[in-house]
């Protein structure tokens, strides 16, 4: 049974940062592609960021490209969300993806709050 347990969450200043963890069990991590996604109250679940499985490719929704960064280690089956200049709207539940056998696999989230 794949899991996925995602750590890092809390409150932070505009301008400050954070960094999100995706722990993973249950599947061999290095043959998936990982994708975190925020929702926001009221807003529906968007695609923040993709890191493909081979080789470690990127790709952002353009609300965050330059400012958050997305990656892997695989001996740790660990995906990562590296936030910087965070903004009162990057504010949301940040959840860890995963897709395995066509079935679309979430962590519990973890709340990230950027207020002053």
């Known amino acids: 049974q794949v899991q996925l347990v995602e750590s890092g969450g809390g409150l932070v200043q505009p301008g400050g940062s954070l960094r999100l963890s995706c722990a993973a069990s249950g599947l061999t991590f290095s043959n998936y592609a990982m994708k975190w996604y925020r929702q926001a109250p009221g807003k529906e679940r968007e695609l923040v960021a993709t890191?493909?499985?081979?080789?470690?490719?990127?790709t952002y929704a353009d609300s965050v490209k330059g400012r958050f960064t997305i990656s892997r280690d695989n001996a740790k089956q660990a995906t990562y969300l590296q936030m910087t200049g965070l903004k009162s709207e990057d504010t949301a539940v940040y959840y860890c993806?995963?897709?395995?056998?066509?079935?679309?696999?979430w962590g519990q989230g973890t709340q990230v709050t950027v207020s002053s």
């Open positions: 890191i493909s499985s081979t080789y470690g490719i990127t």
């Open positions: 993806n995963v897709v395995k056998g066509g079935t679309s696999v």
